[in-house]
């Protein structure tokens, strides 16, 4: 049943807030500062989504469920569009469109120059994630795709940067995605490779200097 209904489903389900933002605007009910409203709506759900993209190949490994795999490229779209939107936002309602402003915001603004740069990596991610593209790349297409670990890590920065006082949210992010990364880095190889590194280390076998 799952298996049948599970992509439309998701596919709703990431459509949700999408719906809930087009709901607020219409009932008027985002606040004295509409743009502001919006920007940070859309900002939450594109790392939201971004973590439960890179949450699917983790989970994969702990339960054994390797159709979870089938919903990571639609999240990870979703997590696309919702940047679109925000970016869009940004650029339209905050900026209008104002290249002079936007290029100084980019180059003298920390937390924007960070947000600029994961989207603009996400760019190449979105494009590429077809079957099309996947055949084409072969090989390197999984190379270009570890570019999601780095968005993430930006992703998370750029929140970090821009908060003034509470940094409660973006900490939460942040560890997640510390658990994430985590769970994929192959600790037991690491610790037996550092470990036979250590041993051949001339201070721990003097003799055989
Ligand atoms: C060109 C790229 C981007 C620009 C110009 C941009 C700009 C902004 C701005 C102006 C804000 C509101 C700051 C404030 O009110 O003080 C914001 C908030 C935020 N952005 Fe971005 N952003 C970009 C990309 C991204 C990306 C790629 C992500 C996620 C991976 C992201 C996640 C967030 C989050 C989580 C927030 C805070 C939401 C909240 O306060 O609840 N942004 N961004």
Known sequence: MFV???KPLVFLLCLVPFGVLIARGASGAL??????????????WTLRLLLATL????????TGQVWLVRYRRMLGLFAFFYAVLHVTTYLWLDRFFDLGTIAEDVL??????VGFAAFVLMVPLAITSTQGWIRRLGRRWKTLH??????????????????????LQPVIYGVILAVLLGMRVPWRDLAVRLRSAW??????????R
Do not use: C, Q, S
């Not at 606040?31 to 939450?44: K, L, Q, R």
């Open 108 to 113: 003298k603004r920390p937390y924007i120059t």
């Open 146 to 167: 570890r570019a999601v670990y780095a968005i993430g890590v930006l992703g998370v920065l750029h929140y970090l940067w821009l908060v003034k006082a509470d940094l």
């Open 31 to 44: 606040g004295p500062n509409p743009v502001e409203a919006i920007t940070h709506f859309t900002g939450d």
């Open 55 to 62: 949450a699917i190949t983790p989970l994969r490994r702990l």
């Open 4 to 6: 049948r209904y599970g």
């Open 199 to 208: 041993r051949r280390h001339p201070w721990m076998a003097p003799e055989r």
